[in-house]
């Protein structure tokens, strides 16, 4: 490689592959930023549904919709039933079921585990979308686990009853 030997040269190259470098790196900057894609089966009624739906979008997740219900969609990803809540979400390969953390799937989505997916069962005080003023200051206790494709478990993350889960921003 040859390097310019004038002064005024070495500028203008030095101009030259500083903008270039900048302008290679602007499509990775502004994918660091894309909301990740997330898509959510619910009952069109469920209230606590639409807060977790809510608190993924202000965490940073595009979300989809289907106010159809979950239990035809939860089978089809092969969920099992015991792990079920009120909602199920799909995201980067994964299942999502119920009122999981959003910093717990970003970190299933960095982790890349061969899993299933995350689950939360039942619907726990406490936990995204069921941490509203209804609730006070409640907060119950409940673990966030991994599913194994083969329907085991095991626990990814525990809450209890002095943590909330908190915005990621």
């Known amino acids: ?18 903008t270039l470098l900048a302008a290679s790196a602007l499509p990775f900057a502004a994918t660091a930023t894309a909301p990740t894609p997330l898509e959510v089966w619910k ?14 979008q202000a965490n940073g997740f595009a979300v989809k919709v289907h106010a159809t219900g979950n239990n035809a969609v939860r089978a089809r990803l092969g969920l ?13 390969g994964y299942v999502v079921e119920g009122h999981v953390p959003a910093s717990d799937v970003r970190a299933l989505l960095q982790q890349k585990p061969k899993a299933l997916g995350l689950a939360v069962p039942g619907m726990p005080v ?13 907060r119950d206790p409940y673990d966030v686990l991994l599913v194994a494709r083969d329907g085991s478990t095991r626990v990814f993350k525990s809450y209890n009853t002095s943590s909330k889960p908190k915005a990621t921003s």
């Open 1 to 18: 490689m040859t390097y310019p030997t004038t002064t005024s040269s070495r500028r203008t190259w030095l101009t030259t592959s500083v």
């Open 43 to 56: 009952d069109p009624n469920c209230g606590c549904c639409q807060d977790w739906v809510d608190h993924m």
């Open 126 to 138: 406490g936990s995204p979308g069921m941490d509203g003023a209804v609730y006070g200051d409640r």
């Open 80 to 92: 099992p039933q015991k792990l079920g809540s009120c909602h199920t979400a799909l995201v980067g």
